[in-house]
């Protein structure tokens, strides 16, 4: 498996440890249907909670949070809305990036809560 797989692996491990020990409930992770993919889909009380994971080793090219675009934006929603007609779902709904940062043989997380909202159109 490549370096930066790995890294990305570990990124969600890290992130999904966060979560619950956050109190959430992780439902699904890595979900897809088609093209459409969901990193992290969790659950806290009545919030559904679609979690973008990025990981990065180092910031020399910026923070990780944003590589999350407005092309990335739109399509974690359509997935999102993917995921709820599929479970049937009827619920409030957040969209939180979580970032995992290695250097120096450390990492730092950030979870940003309400990091975007579905764009109107």
Not at 18 to 43: C, F, I, P, Q
Request: net charge negative; aromatic share 10%.
């Amino acid at each position: 498996m490549a370096k930066h797989n790995i890294l990305g692996r570990e990124g969600e491990e890290i992130a999904a440890r966060y979560m619950v020990e956050h109190g959430y409930t992780v439902l699904d992770r890595n979900w897809r249907s088609g093209h459409k993919e969901l990193d992290m889909v969790a659950r806290r009380d009545d919030t559904l909670v679609f979690l973008e994971v990025k990981t990065r080793c180092g910031r020399r090219f910026g923070n990780p949070q944003d590589a999350v675009d407005v092309r990335k934006i739109m399509r974690t929603v359509s997935a999102a809305d993917a995921y709820i007609r599929h479970h049937a779902l009827d619920m409030d709904v957040r969209f939180d990036i979580f970032t995992v940062v290695f250097e120096n043989g450390t990492y730092t997380t950030e979870h940003i809560e309400d990091a975007f909202y579905p764009p109107l159109q």
